[in-house]
């Protein structure tokens, strides 16, 4: 008989651009860069619309300025541990003034 695989359940984190610059390219190229880094499929979304986290040039057509609320969803096996690095990064506005 075979085991059964249980289902990991998806991590979703609400994200807020707090950055002066918003989502710029040095910003969304720490994100694409983050995201390839884990076994997971990580999305972005904006009002409605999803984009792969990994694919910079959909993550910068979601034209995000400063105050902008993003979520955050991140399935796989190391989806906890994507979710958390990439929610610092927007906790530490991308390291930037």
Same mark, same amino acid.
């Given at each position: ?24 390219? #040095?910003? /969304?190229? @720490?994100? !694409? ?6 076994? *997971? ?7 409605? %619309? ?18 902008? #609320?993003? /979520?955050? @969803?991140? !399935? ?6 994507? *979710? ?7 906790? %530490? ?5």
């Amino acid at each position: 008989m075979a085991a059964k695989k249980t289902a990991v359940p998806a991590v979703v984190k609400e994200l807020w651009v707090e950055n002066r610059h918003g989502l710029h390219a #040095r910003p /969304v190229a @720490k994100i !694409t860069s983050l995201a390839q880094q884990f076994d *997971a499929e990580i999305t972005l979304e904006k009002d409605g %619309r999803r984009v792969d986290a990994r694919n910079m040039l959909a993550v910068l057509t979601l034209d995000c300025p400063q105050g902008t #609320r993003l /979520v955050l @969803k991140a !399935t796989g096996p190391q989806a906890r541990e994507a *979710a958390s690095t990439i929610a610092s990064l927007f906790a %530490r506005k991308f390291e930037e003034p």
